[in-house]
């Protein structure tokens, strides 16, 4: 796989998530570009799941 398949994975991947959760901004997807941990932080605060939840609804997208 090379760069732009992933970028290109990675851009449809944020399109799913601001589908499925509205409230996330550009901001709160770009965290994840290099801080896994607060991404899934800042994903549980905006929709009130557990991080085990909240990879599970990532794992389905």
């Given at each position: 796989m090379?760069?732009?398949?992933?970028?290109?994975?990675?851009?449809?991947?944020?399109?799913k998530?601001?589908?499925?959760?509205?409230?996330?901004?550009?901001?709160?997807?770009?965290?994840?570009?290099?801080?896994?941990?607060?991404?899934?932080?800042?994903?549980?605060?905006?929709?009130?799941?557990?991080?085990?939840?909240?990879?599970?609804?990532?794992?389905?997208?």
């Amino acid at each position: 796989m090379n760069t732009t398949e992933i970028k290109g994975n990675w851009n449809e991947f944020k399109g799913k998530m601001k589908q499925k959760f509205a409230d996330l901004t550009d901001d709160d997807l770009l965290f994840e570009e290099g801080k896994e941990d607060e991404f899934y932080g800042r994903i549980q605060q905006k929709v009130g799941k557990t991080k085990d939840e909240v990879k599970k609804m990532i794992a389905e997208l």
